[in-house]
């Protein structure tokens, strides 16, 4: 069990370009989500997946972000046309599916995005 | 509106006990976690309860009302180590999508 794993860890980019995340989940777990955390504050939810399927994705979230799970393998966020308000770390996390029932979600440790 | 109301910070000496408190408003009710995250890491996992109750783990024990929507994380013989931020987190759907506060920064003193 290698953990999620999230890279690249940091990333700064200049205002208006586009930056892609990648996550590789827990090797079993069918769940994947996205969160984002700015200083001071909890995980923000964005997005998540069973398997391949992406079952909701937050309202909040401007149509500059767009998040895949090919194969229900591991995923990608891509934030295309940066603004300095999408600096935050972005959270990517797995469980299993256990409905109705207890879940622990898995956390990586984050990818830290610097929108200069 | 869903919201996740918690204290934004709480002092407490070595040794002492600490209870963080957790008010939730949110349109979907599967269960309540706990999450400890330190300053630069990822937050990990504490504590879950699906049904009314304590449950306890090591020095750690965590509560639940759901007729009230409220738990509470109490923090017992309190360490150094146990500086870090703590987050309450409700299940909202059966799919498992959670829904975090905004966090109790414990700062542990000597």
């Known amino acids: 069990d290698t953990g999620v794993s999230q890279d690249p860890r940091h990333k700064i980019t200049k205002r208006g370009q586009n930056v892609t995340f990648r996550c590789d989940p827990i090797?079993?777990?069918?769940?994947l989500y996205w969160y984002r955390q700015t200083l001071g504050q909890g995980p923000e939810f964005l997005t998540y997946?069973?398997?391949?399927?992406?079952?909701?994705k937050s309202r909040l979230l401007s149509d500059r972000f767009s998040a895949e799970r090919p194969k229900g393998s591991f995923s990608t966020l891509e934030i295309q046309r940066t603004e300095q308000g999408d600096s935050a770390m972005y959270l990517c996390?797995?469980?299993?599916?256990?409905?109705?029932?207890?879940?622990?979600?898995?956390f990586g440790e984050g990818s830290w995005l610097t929108v200069v | 509106g869903q919201s996740l109301e918690q204290p934004s910070e709480v002092t407490a000496v070595e040794g002492a006990i600490v209870q963080i408190n957790c008010t939730y408003q949110?349109?979907?009710?599967?269960?309540l976690s706990w999450y400890q995250q330190h300053d630069g890491g990822a937050p990990t996992f504490l504590s879950y309860?699906?049904?009314?109750g304590l449950e306890e783990t090591g020095r750690f024990s965590s509560f639940l009302s759901r007729s009230d929507s409220y738990g509470y994380l109490l923090l017992q013989e309190l360490q150094m180590k146990d500086s870090a931020s703590y987050f309450c987190?409700?299940?909202?759907?059966?799919?498992?999508?959670?829904?975090f506060g905004a966090g109790t920064q414990v700062v542990v003193t000597p």
């Open positions: 996390a797995s469980s299993l599916d256990r409905k109705y029932s207890g879940n622990t979600i898995y």
């Open positions: 090797s079993e777990h069918n769940r």
């Open positions: 997946f069973q398997n391949e399927a992406q079952l909701e």
């Open positions: 949110t349109s979907g009710f599967y269960g």
């Open positions: 309860n699906a049904l009314d």
């Open positions: 987190a409700v299940v909202t759907d059966s799919w498992g999508k959670f829904q």
